[in-house]
């Protein structure tokens, strides 16, 4: 998930509420962390990639009816990728930040699935 930016004087509050509906709208399994700046990764164990697009087009609906403390509207763009036996870590975490490029490429607020052609379109 990233944010739009919308600037560091409202940045730090905008996080927190951000952070307040996506932890609303996940179960207590799963595990949201700040990844950088305004970037944060969402592990979703055991789930299936169809129930993950459902789960972060949910969260992206909530983010963008949740009226935040700024007078711009605040939406995401999501890189979603799923758990492969034999990909190490560093390699689903590529493929998700490159589905999240293809997000932001397509004028965000967006949700992609990592695909191999996304690779070849670097």
Do not use: M
Not at 82 to 110: F, M, W
């Amino acid at each position: 998930f990233t944010l739009s930016p919308c600037g560091h004087t409202t940045g730090d509050l905008v996080l927190q509420e951000f952070v307040e509906v996506i932890n609303k709208g996940i179960r207590n399994t799963d595990i949201l962390a700040r990844w950088g700046g305004e970037e944060f990764v969402l592990l979703l164990p055991r789930t299936k990639i169809n129930e993950a697009l459902n789960i972060c087009e949910r969260i992206s609906e909530q983010i963008r009816a949740h009226n935040f403390s700024i007078d711009d509207s605040v939406t995401t763009s999501v890189g979603l990728t799923a758990y492969e036996n034999n990909v190490p870590s560093k390699e689903l975490i590529q493929r998700a930040d490159t589905a999240l490029y293809e997000a932001k490429h397509q004028g965000r607020d967006c949700i992609k699935v990592w695909k191999p052609e996304f690779e070849t379109n670097k």
